[in-house]
C-alpha cells in the first residue's frame, strides 16, 4: 500500500515538476512579451531580440502539445476520469486553433530576414498575438484544474 502511494506520488508529482516548470516557461514569455510591445519603434538592431521571443513562444507551445497534455490525459486515464478526458477533447481543437495562429506568427519573425521586412507590422501583430495568447492561457488553465489540480486532490 505505501508502496503504491509513493509511485502514484512519484508519478503525478513529476506531473506537477512539469506544470510548474511549463508555467514558470510561461510566465517567462510573458514578461519577454512585454517588453517587446512596450517598444514604440522597432529597428533592425530589435531582430535578435525579436528571434529569441519567437524561439520562446514555440518552445511553450511544443511544451504543452507534446508533454504537458499527453501527461495531463495519463493521469485523467490513470485516474478513470471519464469527464476529465472529454474535456480534454472538448479543449484540445481550441487550443489547436491558437498553435495555428501562433505558428503563422513565428513563420513572419522567426528570420532576421522575415523581421526586416515586417517591422512596421510588428507591433500590431503582437496585439493580435496577445489576445490569442491570453484565450490559450485561460484553455490551459482550465485544463490544469480540471485534469490536474482534481487528481492532485485525490492522491493527497
Same mark, same amino acid.
Given at each position: ?86 474535456? *480534454?477533447?472538448? #479543449?484540445?481543437?481550441?487550443?489547436? =486553433?491558437?498553435?495555428? /495562429? ?5 513563420? +513572419? &519573425? ?5 523581421? *526586416?521586412?515586417? #517591422?512596421?507590422?510588428?507591433?500590431? =501583430?503582437?496585439?493580435? /498575438? ?5 484565450? +490559450? &492561457? ?8 480540471? #485534469? ?9
Amino acid at each position: 500500500m505505501l508502496e503504491g502511494c509513493k509511485t502514484a506520488q512519484e508519478r503525478w508529482g513529476g506531473v506537477h515538476d512539469l506544470i510548474d516548470r511549463w508555467l514558470l516557461l510561461r510566465r517567462q514569455l510573458i514578461e519577454v512579451g512585454i517588453a517587446l510591445r512596450a517598444r514604440q519603434e522597432y529597428t533592425p538592431t530589435d531582430t535578435a531580440h525579436i528571434q529569441a521571443f519567437c524561439r520562446q513562444l514555440i518552445d511553450y507551445v511544443s511544451i504543452g502539445h507534446f508533454t504537458v497534455y499527453e501527461q495531463l490525459a495519463l493521469e485523467a486515464k490513470e485516474f478513470q476520469d471519464g469527464s476529465a478526458l472529454n474535456l *480534454l477533447t472538448l #479543449l484540445l481543437p481550441e487550443i489547436d =486553433s491558437t498553435t495555428q /495562429l501562433v505558428s503563422e506568427f513565428y513563420d +513572419r &519573425f522567426d528570420t532576421q530576414e522575415h523581421n *526586416l521586412s515586417q #517591422l512596421e507590422a510588428l507591433p500590431f =501583430s503582437l496585439q493580435a /498575438l496577445s489576445a490569442i495568447i491570453a484565450e +490559450r &492561457f485561460t484553455l490551459e488553465d482550465r485544463l490544469i484544474k480540471e #485534469l490536474h489540480d482534481v487528481h492532485r486532490e485525490k492522491n493527497a
